[in-house]
């Protein structure tokens, strides 16, 4: 898996990128991300997009064997590296290299530790962020990208133009997948169920999604995910007398039937920039409750597509999800307008082409 083959994927006539100017434009791709993280993931989903929209990429990623092997399923060559520490002239070496042979006519960083290994070129260079960054790190930047107009208004407040700040959405897979098995997670097929998934980590506030889970009896949550919180969760969940209840699900790949199996997704977070998970539940049909943070308020509109509680407040959110689980023309109406959300804004052809017409405006 590393870089052999350049080759455009072959247009079709059928193909309504045909006709676009950004078909055949050279596009390095940089990731140094973890192992696990909806980043990562999204990262992935793009990179293949843009390869069958005909965007000739090369990618530089850290050596890790699933998304070396999804990249590779498209046809994305791919030049591993180890994107350390400050002192990394490993990498520096490799990304040098890369551009020399490859040509690029763009360079796309994601987040900051990549962005810090591209130098300056013949190419214009794209960062994409996908939360509040340090923005001194992307001086060197010619153009930034934010999934939600909050982060273009954050590069605006830090001095960046508008006419090189720009707002994209994430999109996510909207094919429908059969339910995952509730009885292999000791789930009763009736009992009403809430899922929630993300990293381990304080500001997903998984504790605060765990307390309300006491006011909720009868109910069970899924918790699909990792991270360095785990083992403070599992305790919180022993201590709360949960454990009956909540059941930890490891780090799920593919999360679609985990939404089909459940009756309400639950976003807890106290700092959220997006919430991918919201599109993720939209596409498969569940209605969100979520915290007010950052991306959650972007996304959802409050009764239409979604319910919002105020952030860190249990009771609220146990209330809320109390409700969701009980009033099924208002779970209707929430799948309904989610659904509608998705498929004017978030869907992968309305991404995909701000993508193509901003690589052909930035190299005018």
Same mark, same amino acid.
């Given at each position: ?23 055949? #434009? ?61 002192? /990394?002239?490993?990498?520096?070496? #490799? ?46 930047? /010619? ?6 107009? /909050? ?90 007398? %949960? ?6 699900? =490891? ?13 309400? %997704? ?59 689980? =009980? ?36 190299? /005018?």
């Amino acid at each position: 898996m590393t870089a052999t083959n350049n080759a455009a994927p072959v247009s079709s006539p059928k193909n309504p990128a045909a006709k676009n100017p950004a078909i055949g #434009i050279r596009v390095l791709q940089m990731m140094a991300g973890a192992e696990q993280g909806g980043a990562e993931l999204y990262f992935a989903r793009l990179c293949a997009a843009l390869q069958r929209a005909g965007i000739i990429q090369l990618a530089i990623i850290r050596p890790q064997p699933e998304r070396m092997t999804s990249l590779d399923a498209v046809g994305i060559p791919i030049i591993p590296a180890p994107f350390g520490g400050w002192f /990394d002239f490993t990498t520096r070496r #490799i990304v040098k290299r890369a551009i020399a042979s490859f040509k690029p006519q763009i360079v796309m960083s994601y987040m900051t530790r990549a962005t810090r290994y591209v130098p300056r070129g013949k190419f214009v260079h794209i960062a994409r962020l996908g939360g509040y960054y340090d923005l001194r790190h992307y001086r060197h930047c /010619d153009h930034l990208v934010g999934n939600t107009p /909050d982060l273009v208004e954050y590069f605006l407040r830090g001095g960046w133009l508008r006419e090189r700040a720009h707002f994209i959405p994430n999109f996510v897979d909207t094919r429908r997948v059969a339910a995952a098995d509730r009885a292999r997670y000791a789930t009763p097929k009736d009992a009403p169920l809430v899922l929630a998934l993300g990293r381990f980590h304080h500001n997903k506030a998984f504790d605060v999604l765990l307390e309300a889970m006491v006011r909720l009896p009868g109910i069970f949550l899924w918790l699909a995910g990792d991270g360095p919180g785990r083992a403070s969760l599992e305790a919180e969940t022993q201590r709360l007398e %949960l454990l009956d209840r909540v059941r930890f699900l =490891g780090w799920q790949k593919d999360p679609g039937p985990f939404f089909a199996a459940a009756n309400v %997704l639950a976003v807890p977070s106290r700092h959220e920039p997006l919430g991918n998970v919201i599109l993720e539940a939209w596409a498969q049909g569940l209605p969100v409750v979520a915290a007010e943070s950052q991306g959650p308020r972007f996304l959802i509109q409050d009764g239409k597509n979604g319910v919002l509680v105020p952030v860190e407040d249990a009771e609220a959110l146990a209330m809320a999800l109390q409700r969701v689980l =009980g009033d099924r023309p208002l779970s209707a109406r929430l799948i309904e307008g989610g659904s509608s959300a998705l498929a004017a804004h978030f869907s992968q052809p309305a991404v995909v082409a701000q993508y193509m017409s901003l690589f052909s405006r930035v190299l /005018d």
